[in-house]
C-alpha cells in the first residue's frame, strides 16, 4: 500500500489515497503505522476517499485507532494532496468530514499549495452538541475538580469535542498530568480533546494541546478554532487572533457569520509503501 507521510504546523499524518488503494481494518492500519518506533510514525492514518457529495472524504483515524470526526491540521494535509495529485485542481474545494462538508480556500503558487484556509463552521455551544454532562445553555468558565485542582473549563465542539482551559504559564504547565483524566472525564461521554491556552494579548494566545486518543501534539487545528471561540466566549481575545502552538503558527477567525476560519501551512514529509500482511 502506497502513502506519503504529511504535517500540518507539526500535526504529523500518514495519508492514504483510497481512490487508488483499499484498506479492510483502518483502525488496526492507523496503530500499526502510527508507532513511531515500529511503524511509519504519526499522530494518526487520514484517508482520501471519494466522494458523492463533495470533491473528496476524509476519514480520520488516531494512533490509537479511533476514529475522530474532524481534524483541522489533517484536511489541510489532505487538501494539498489532493490540488497537486490533480484529484480535484480546485483553489476551492469541498470534503466530506464525519462534522459535515467543508469548503477549503488554497493558496498556490507555481502549482504548489503554499496555504489552506478551512471554513470550519460554525461552532457548537449547547452541552447536548458537544457533548458535555453539564446544565446550563453554554458551558464558559464553568468549574471543573480534577486530581488536586479545580479548573475552569470552556467547552466547544467544532465538530469534535474540546475543552479549553486558560493557564498563566503554558510553557511549564503539566499538560501530561491533567490532559488525561480531563480527556477521560464523565462528563464527557464522547472524551474530549483538551487546550491548555495562555493569553499573550487580545490577538495572540499560545496552546498546548492534549488530543483525544493521541496524548500531546504539537498542533491542533480545531484545538485552535475552539480556543479562539473560547477567548472570545471569555472576554480574553478578539475574533481574529494568531495561535502559536508546539508546531508553528494558525490564523483563526471566528468572523459575523458566526463560522471559524482556520489559515494554516501543510508540508509533504515523504512518500513509502507498507506491508499490508499480517494487519
Request: with cysteine; glycine share 12%; proline share 4%.
Amino acid at each position: 500500500m502506497k502513502f506519503t507521510k504529511m504535517h500540518g504546523t507539526g500535526n504529523d499524518y500518514v495519508c492514504v489515497n483510497c481512490f487508488e488503494e483499499h484498506i479492510d481494518n483502518p483502525s488496526q492500519v492507523a496503530r500499526r503505522m502510527s508507532d513511531r518506533h515500529f511503524g511509519v510514525g504519526g499522530d494518526g492514518l487520514v484517508l482520501i476517499h471519494p466522494s458523492a457529495v463533495a470533491d473528496c472524504r476524509m476519514r480520520m483515524f488516531n494512533a490509537d485507532g479511533s476514529e475522530a470526526e474532524m481534524c483541522g491540521n489533517g484536511i489541510r494535509c489532505l487538501a494539498k494532496y489532493v490540488y497537486e495529485r490533480g484529484i480535484a485542481r480546485k483553489e476551492e474545494m469541498t470534503v466530506e468530514t464525519g462534522a459535515g462538508v467543508l469548503t477549503l480556500r488554497l493558496f498556490v503558487h507555481d502549482g504548489i499549495v503554499e496555504k489552506v484556509q478551512v471554513n470550519m463552521g460554525a461552532p457548537r455551544l449547547s452541552p447536548g452538541e458537544i457533548p458535555v454532562s453539564l446544565p446550563g445553555e453554554r458551558i464558559v468558565g464553568a468549574s471543573l475538580g480534577v486530581l488536586d485542582r479545580e479548573f475552569g473549563i470552556t467547552c466547544v465542539s467544532m465538530g469534535n469535542p474540546h475543552c479549553v482551559v486558560f493557564v498563566a504559564d503554558v510553557k511549564n504547565f503539566p499538560v501530561e498530568k491533567y490532559g488525561p483524566p480531563i480527556e477521560t472525564h464523565d462528563i464527557f461521554p464522547r472524551g474530549a480533546n483538551v487546550e491548555f491556552v495562555q493569553i499573550v494579548n487580545s490577538g495572540e494566545v499560545v496552546q498546548r494541546t492534549w488530543e483525544r486518543g493521541a496524548g500531546e501534539t504539537l498542533a491542533c487545528g480545531t484545538g485552535a478554532s475552539a480556543a479562539c471561540v473560547a477567548g472570545v466566549l471569555n472576554d480574553l481575545t478578539r475574533r481574529a487572533i494568531l495561535v502559536h502552538l508546539s508546531g508553528g503558527d494558525l490564523e483563526i477567525e471566528w468572523k459575523k457569520d458566526d463560522h471559524v476560519y482556520m489559515t494554516g501551512h501543510a508540508a509533504e514529509v515523504f512518500e513509502g509503501e507498507w506491508k499490508m500482511s499480517g494487519e
